[in-house]
């Protein structure tokens, strides 16, 4: 399975990412070794995802979340 994902760092700024394992990416996030982004932004909180049964479909709704304002974000987050 693939997940595309949404964090929300420890300064409320919102992450977005894709992986294979979503409990170790989060784990990894949390370590400091997720992401460039998150590392000086911990802890790190899962808040949304979505599954996919193939990686494509997981990068591009990843790109298409990326793209998306705040705004945009935090509705998704809601539902």
């Known amino acids: ?3 595309v994902y949404i964090l929300r760092c420890s300064d409320d700024t919102l992450y ?3 992986t294979t394992d ?6 990894a996030h949390n370590a400091g070794t997720g992401a460039k ?3 000086s ?4 909180e899962l808040t949304y995802y979505e599954e996919y049964e193939n ?3 997981a990068l591009s709704r ?5 793209h ?9 987050i809601k539902r």
């Open 1 to 3: 399975m693939n997940y």
């Open 16 to 18: 977005c990412g894709w």
């Open 22 to 27: 979503l409990k170790h990416r989060i784990a």
């Open 41 to 44: 932004r911990r802890p790190v």
């Open 37 to 39: 982004y998150t590392k």
């Open 62 to 66: 990843e790109w298409n979340i990326k």
């Open 55 to 57: 990686r494509h479909d």
């Open 68 to 76: 998306m304002t705040r705004e945009e974000k935090l509705e998704l």
